[in-house]
């Protein structure tokens, strides 16, 4: 009988390449198509969007945001339900349920339904984010790879958790946020090779995506004010503040999720989690898709963006209506992001606690300088609560905080970010009951 081409390559390889050299040569292949994948993912969501978004403006009510989103939840639904046939809900999910159940064989399919998926979701205005399905695509990398080259289950699972971990660097542009999701999220063992693998897959990935991007960021941060000592107290309050906020979010999130799924219809489920995002969208243009754009404006102190389209441009009430604005956006973002995710759409949890973070922080440091006079620099205050809300919403500090600072190149705010990331996770731990240390159920399967 015949060798296949396999089987040819993998005696070839025998021959010509060490075990360490053979896997490491994967990584880097897996990194590779992992970050191409996450600069396609954006081309996608960025190209529907702009379809969608022909004839809209940014002064006044745009009342087709009362269709649009609706129309891209139906869209998915539809493409789960008849074309791939397959949920594609809750990757990050589904993805830590594989792991922990030794489940490392992913079809070819998953290679892009979900990235044409989250396209529809996020580019009519879903408000979620692209990173639970390039986790899932980066995984299906991974799993292909080692499917096609019949590697054993233990390569098998590291590939698989390197996949992950290089579609959530690439997205996000963030060598070490990927490798922290690998080991924090994911709990992958911290063995040699593995923490070696995560890190050459997610620098390959993270570089890749953002030389195809034409080596740019997605939170150009330009405002890079001295942070004087004094201001450091009010930091600390801070990540009390998004701590407190965070205990908030969660909970609207499980509530939302367990009400949704207590809907049997999923044409009922389509219609109402998108009449949800709908009207929130209309009223709040700025949670329209991922919402990095007014991220980037909100850091580098352009608020002018949060107004726009929204129902109180029209009314002139100086700072108080971008007070107004940004506290009515974080009291309902989660709820558009449950709307988003959990009806039918297929996004990502990780980029709306950023998207909320920031806003949050910026709200509390407005608040604060309108109310006592004082004068934070606002900017700043939203680039450090992204940390904080991320943070204690999901509760990995450490992907939080990389994430945030590579994400805007902010290194000289290393240590307020830190601040705001470890604070408000504690306020999280104390006040929901949660142990400060406990393995997660991955972490322990993968020690047996």
């Known amino acids: 009988m015949t060798p296949s081409i396999i089987d ?28 191409t994948a996450a600069h396609l993912l954006k081309l996608m969501i960025g190209s529907v969007t702009t379809l969608v978004h022909h004839g809209f403006h940014d002064h006044g009510v745009n009342w087709w945001f009362l269709i649009v989103p609706t129309v891209g939840i139906l869209l998915t639904g539809l493409f789960q339900r ?36 989250s396209s529809l979701t996020l580019g009519f205005g879903g408000s979620a984010g692209s990173e639970g399905p390039i986790a899932m695509t980066g995984a299906s990398i991974g799993s292909n790879v080692g499917q096609a080259l019949k590697l054993p289950d233990n390569m098998m699972r590291i590939l698989v958790g390197c996949g992950a971990a290089a579609g959530i660097a690439g997205i996000f542009k963030s060598s070490v946020g990927g490798a922290m999701f690998a080991f924090e999220a994911l709990a992958l063992e911290l063995s040699v ?20 991007s034409g080596c740019t960021i997605d939170l150009a941060f330009t405002n890079h004010p001295a942070l004087p000592a004094e201001i450091y107290p ?74 726009n389209g929204s129902l109180l441009s029209v009314v002139d009430l100086g700072a108080w209506s971008l007070i107004a604005v940004t506290a009515a956006i974080i009291l309902v973002k989660a709820f558009a992001c449950s709307s ?66 590579e994400m805007a190149s902010a290194y000289d705010y290393f240590l307020p970010i830190c601040i705001v990331g470890f604070s408000s996770i504690i306020i999280v731990r104390l006040f929901s009951k949660q142990p400060f240390l406990h393995r997660s159920r991955a972490a322990a399967s993968s020690n047996q």
């Not at 010509?16 to 990194?31: A, E, P, R």
Request: hydrophobic letters at 50%.
């Open 234 to 307: 009010y930091v600390i309050i801070l990540g009390i503040f998004t701590g407190f906020y965070s205990i908030y979010y969660t909970f609207i999130m499980r509530t939302m999720r367990k009400w949704f799924d207590s809907i049997s219809s999923p044409w009922k489920r389509n219609l109402i989690s998108g009449s949800i995002l709908s009207i929130l969208v209309f009223s709040f243009p700025a949670l329209y898709g991922e919402g990095y754009g007014i991220m980037g404006k909100i850091v580098n102190g352009e608020f002018e963006g949060m107004l």
């Open 340 to 405: 988003s995710n959990c009806g039918g759409g297929v996004a990502g949890d990780y980029a709306p606690t950023l998207f909320a973070g920031v806003v949050t922080g910026f709200f509390f440091a407005l608040l604060l300088n309108k109310v006592a006079g004082l004068d934070l620099p606002v900017g700043l205050f939203g680039l450090f609560g992204m940390a904080g809300v991320m943070s204690g919403s999901i509760g990995t500090p450490l992907l939080a905080i990389f994430i945030t600072t």
């Open 82 to 117: 008849y074309v791939v046939k397959v949920n594609l809900e809750h990757g990050v999910e589904h993805l830590k349920s594989n792991l922990n159940d030794r489940k490392y064989t992913m079809t070819r399919r998953s290679l892009v339904s979900r990235m044409i998926a």
């Open 193 to 212: 090779i593995a923490v070696i693998g995560v890190f050459v897959t997610c620098i390959t990935a993270s570089l890749t995506a953002y030389i195809l």
């Open 8 to 35: 040819r390559f993998n005696l070839w390889r025998q021959n010509h390449l060490t075990d360490t050299s053979y896997f490491f040569l994967l990584t880097l292949i897996i990194g590779l198509f992992a970050g």
